[in-house]
């Protein structure tokens, strides 16, 4: 592989240097904002076919921040070992020059200082022109093919009141030409098929089954013909979705294979999905390379993927005939490829492109007599203030700014919370405009124990409800806030809108508490990754605990306390809130409001004067820990 980074810092620095990038110049016309260069997203063609790539947007259609983990531990064989390395450790290992554009965009050091110097990140507009730049570098649209990993209808408000259909026509306009699924199957079943539909391109699966039960009555094929044979594939194979698809690109041809997450149907509510399962099935995955190399006649083999990276990364070293894997889930933004032996002898070159439209994988592949012969990656930042917006998708936007919140939405699962009634009429512009503080430290979600974001709402479903302990799902997903910006009520959204956000309190026995948040650990900390689940801890309010990562399942939490100290026995009771459950459907509002009207009651201060980060043990030396704000031992 021929990595382009020092020209990438090449050209981040000259532009830099010459007042191109936000708050190192001023722009030519003396105006802040205006005129700033995209020479960066201009990259010459290493190749003949070039790959862009994005994945887990979760609906973030305008420009945001975003704060990177400092706590990512790669446990047993992933020690020390990309993805889970962090901060300054991150740096070194990838030859990053600290206080860069670079180091900005992929650590979270000097965070909120970085950000207020170069600016927010993402958005769909400046996102589409840096797709278009890399495009014409390529040769035209022929010569590329633009690849999204899956989470891309799901996250953020207005993603949630059109059930995805926003985010389906801004990929249109985006021009995206493949797509896998995750946070996308959690819109029922009728829903996700309407919005396949709708979609220009092509959306893939080879690791999604119907059910064999599903076609013995007619529900399964009355669906089916109600959109026109969509999720009927093979009916043979059992097969909803088309498992891959051929691209030929400037002349050649390269096979793409689509894998959602295959773990769906045990982190998410199946109700949404009673007709399909998921799965790893790698034998199958095999089968299908097979297959592609003796009838389709290509250069290549490529994955695009939502297992997460550690499950790429084993998978790749397990399955011969794939040259690359375009991975998700994640959210990893890694700026190399980690390279790994196939069964076969051959490469395959494993890479994860981050979250929140915040950067975009380019891949050019060097196809000579139809074999490749070798890959050229970059993973680029979308710095918002160097790219100009695109007009059709800001006008899109725009547009949807402008849509009127109607009896039509669907909010929750509940009817009772389906729609809000204090915000028909209003424009969804208007909702989530709304003021609902100041953030007096910066907020964030990402990494594997807690984040600032889950304290507030922590902290608000304990105020809702008057339990002792709240819980929130450890996802990865939500944007973060500057230390003095305000939080309005799209921030609010995007870490909390799905379609199961209800609410509930409930009682638990210290037993229940422990057992629970062992299995949480197991999933994250176990050292097998194809028996992960790839997200991050319960976030836990109201309580204190201490983590043991590299200890053995049902010995990993101990020295459980309530706030004030007084330990949680096993045999004891205690009150719990929290939301988003997947078996069953909360009797209590959406989450979102809660935190919301938490935010109004105490007058918009979001001043944290405790964030329960549990003690760790063990992991003192792990490079994928940093700046840890518990305790270490």
């Known amino acids: 592989m021929s990595l382009n980074r020092r020209e990438f810092l090449h050209v981040m620095s000259m532009a830099a240097a010459a007042g191109m990038l936000p708050g190192a110049a001023k722009a030519m016309s003396g105006k802040p904002g205006s005129e700033l260069s995209d020479d960066m997203y201009k990259l010459p063609m290493k190749g003949n076919v070039r790959l862009l790539h994005m994945t887990d947007s979760h609906a973030q259609l305008k420009p945001i921040y975003f704060r990177e983990p400092n706590v990512n531990l790669g446990i047993g064989p992933a020690f020390g070992k990309l993805p889970h390395v962090v901060g300054e450790n991150l740096l070194e290992k990838l030859d990053i020059k600290p206080n860069t554009p670079e180091a900005h965009a992929f650590t979270y050091l000097n965070f909120q200082e970085a950000a207020e110097q170069y600016g927010k990140v993402g958005g769909f507009a400046h996102l589409k022109t840096a797709v278009e730049?890399?495009?014409?570098?390529?040769?035209?649209?022929?010569?590329?093919?633009?690849?999204?990993?899956?989470?891309?209808?799901?996250?953020?408000?207005?993603?949630?009141?059109?059930?995805?259909?926003?985010?389906?026509?801004?990929?249109?306009?985006?021009?995206?030409?493949?797509?896998?699924?995750?946070?996308e199957f959690t819109y029922n079943q009728d829903e996700v098929l309407t919005n396949v539909g709708r979609f220009n391109g092509e959306f893939l699966g080879q690791n999604v089954r119907i059910k064999d039960m599903s076609?013995?009555?007619?529900?399964?094929?009355?669906?089916?013909?109600?959109?026109?044979?969509?999720?009927?594939?093979?009916?043979?194979?059992?097969?909803?979705?088309?498992?891959?698809?051929?691209?030929?690109?400037?002349?050649?041809?390269?096979?793409?294979?689509?894998?959602?997450?295959?773990?769906?149907?045990?982190?998410?509510?199946?109700?949404?999905?009673?007709?399909?399962?998921?799965?790893?099935?790698?034998?199958?995955?095999?089968?299908?390379?097979?297959?592609?190399?003796?009838?389709?006649?290509?250069?290549?083999?490529?994955?695009?993927?939502?297992?997460?990276m550690d499950v790429d990364i084993k998978m790749a070293g397990q399955v011969a005939g794939i040259d690359a894997i375009f991975g998700g889930h994640t959210h990893d933004g890694m700026p190399s490829t980690v390279d790994v032996k196939r069964p076969d002898g051959g490469v395959c070159y494993v890479t994860n492109a981050g979250s929140n439209a915040k950067f975009i994988g380019v891949m050019d592949l060097d196809?000579?007599?139809?074999?490749?012969?070798?890959?050229?990656?970059?993973?680029?930042?979308?710095?918002?203030?160097?790219l100009p917006a695109d007009p059709e998708m800001q006008k899109f936007i725009d547009d949807l700014d402008n849509t009127v919140y109607d009896e039509n939405i669907v909010e929750s699962r509940n009817p009772e919370f389906a729609v809000n009634k204090d915000r028909l009429g209003k424009t969804y512009g208007e909702i989530l405009s709304e003021e609902l503080g100041t953030?007096?430290?910066?907020?964030?979600?990402?990494?594997?124990?807690?984040?600032?974001?889950?304290?507030?709402?922590?902290?608000?479903?304990?105020?809702?409800?008057?339990?002792?302990?709240?819980?929130?799902?450890?996802?990865?997903?939500?944007?973060?806030?500057?230390?003095?910006?305000?939080?309005?009520?799209?921030?609010?959204?995007?870490?909390?809108?799905?379609?199961?956000?209800?609410?509930?309190?409930?009682?638990?026995?210290?037993?229940?508490?422990?057992d629970m948040m062992e299995g949480v650990c197991e999933n994250i900390f176990q050292k097998d990754p194809y028996l992960q689940s790839g997200g991050d801890m319960v976030r836990i309010g109201g309580m204190d605990y201490t983590c043991t990562p590299n200890a053995e399942f049902g010995n990993r939490i101990s020295d459980i306390r309530l706030d004030d100290g007084t330990p949680v026995k096993p045999e004891e009771s205690y009150t719990v809130a929290g939301w988003a459950q997947v078996d069953t459907t909360g009797p209590g509002r959406p989450i979102w409001?809660?935190?919301?009207?938490?935010?109004?009651?105490?007058?918009?201060?979001?001043?944290?004067?405790?964030?329960?980060?549990?003690?760790?043990v063990g992991v003192k030396d792990n490079p994928g820990l940093a700046d840890y704000d518990g305790e270490l031992a």
């Open 367 to 386: 196809i000579q007599n139809g074999k490749l012969q070798g890959v050229n990656y970059n993973l680029l930042p979308i710095f918002s203030n160097a």
């Open 593 to 616: 409001d809660i935190v919301a009207d938490y935010l109004r009651r105490n007058e918009g201060k979001a001043k944290l004067t405790k964030v329960n980060h549990p003690k760790l």
């Open 215 to 308: 076609l013995f009555s007619d529900d399964y094929y009355n669906l089916v013909d109600k959109h026109n044979g969509l999720g009927m594939y093979n009916e043979d194979e059992l097969r909803p979705f088309k498992p891959y698809t051929v691209k030929e690109i400037n002349g050649e041809r390269v096979a793409i294979v689509g894998q959602a997450f295959p773990r769906t149907a045990n982190a998410n509510p199946q109700e949404n999905f009673p007709d399909w399962s998921f799965g790893l099935r790698v034998k199958d995955l095999q089968e299908t390379v097979k297959n592609i190399q003796d009838n389709e006649n290509v250069a290549a083999i490529v994955m695009l993927s939502h297992n997460g």
């Open 133 to 183: 730049r890399l495009r014409e570098a390529a040769g035209g649209r022929q010569n590329t093919v633009m690849m999204d990993g899956g989470d891309l209808w799901h996250g953020s408000a207005t993603a949630l009141w059109t059930r995805g259909k926003s985010m389906v026509d801004a990929s249109n306009i985006m021009g995206v030409d493949v797509m896998v699924g995750h946070w």
């Open 439 to 514: 953030a007096e430290d910066v907020l964030y979600r990402r990494g594997n124990f807690m984040g600032t974001w889950d304290q507030i709402i922590v902290n608000a479903l304990r105020e809702e409800y008057g339990t002792q302990i709240a819980l929130s799902a450890g996802v990865r997903w939500g944007t973060s806030i500057l230390a003095g910006e305000t939080i309005t009520m799209a921030r609010v959204m995007d870490e909390t809108s799905m379609t199961y956000g209800e609410t509930y309190s409930t009682e638990m026995t210290g037993a229940q508490i422990k």
